[in-house]
């Protein structure tokens, strides 16, 4: 099938194929973030506006350090406010687009629907180094990967998976959230989804390493 076939099928109102995994955008979930964000912001112009007016132009006459002082503190205000607005208007457009957005993940085919007529088609076969940064990964977890071995580490090997775990989660949670695979028709790394807007990241990882795996499944039973 083609990505308009698998999205004309993912939006009607007959039953999926098994193993078929669609996702909307979640509106509640961009209208809690537009929330949050223009809170962010207005907080961001409360501190901003009055520290210009109470540093402009006084501090700018007062020798370099105040200078430098006073515009790092302007900058960091102003960009609080500024940039949590601009996301803000980000999400505020994504919710307006809504119905644009479509995610699917079939055993065959991974197809992304964004606005502007933005069609991401990807076979599964395809498909290849999936990779989730920031959140701690639902394949990865120690306890399911080591059957519970790792959450009391005794033998030395132990010990060594357990201490990379653990740094591992620690430079994840540092990192942009990103679920993102490569297309081994272009070795181009493709981003499913830089936030929870579809789902958990965790989540789609797993359906995801799923489809992989079925689709492997399929092709060594037609082989």
């Known amino acids: 099938m083609d990505a308009q076939e698998i999205l004309a099928r993912a939006r009607s109102p007959q039953e999926l194929p098994n193993y078929w995994h669609v996702w909307p955008l979640r509106r509640d979930y961009i209208v809690r973030s537009i929330l949050k964000w223009l809170a962010a912001s207005l907080l961001g112009f409360v501190l901003f506006i009055p520290a210009v007016f109470s540093t402009v132009p006084g501090n700018f006459e007062r020798g370099q350090l105040a200078i430098l002082v006073t515009s790092i503190l ?44 933005k ?42 998976m357990h201490s990379i775990a653990a740094a591992n989660e620690r430079r994840q949670k540092k990192q942009t959230p990103t679920l993102a695979f490569v297309d081994l028709r272009t070795d181009r790394e493709v981003v499913v989804a830089s936030d929870n807007s579809f789902d958990e990241l965790a989540a789609l990882e797993y359906v995801l390493s799923l489809q992989l795996d079925e689709n492997a499944k399929q092709r060594r039973g037609g082989g």
């Not at 505020?92 to 699917?104: K, N």
């Not at 599964?124 to 080591?146: C, D």
């Open 119 to 160: 069609v991401t088609h990807v076979p599964m076969e395809n498909v290849g180094y999936i990779t989730l940064r920031g959140p701690k990964s639902a394949l990865t977890q120690t306890n399911s990967v080591y059957g519970g071995a790792l959450s009391n580490p005794q033998g030395g090997v132990d010990r060594l």
């Open 74 to 117: 302007l900058l960091l205000l102003g960009a609080v406010a500024f940039g949590a607005l601009a996301i803000a208007i980000y999400d505020s457009w994504r919710l307006l687009h809504a119905d644009d957005y479509l995610l699917v993940m079939t055993p065959d085919d991974y197809v992304k629907s964004e606005p502007r007529g």
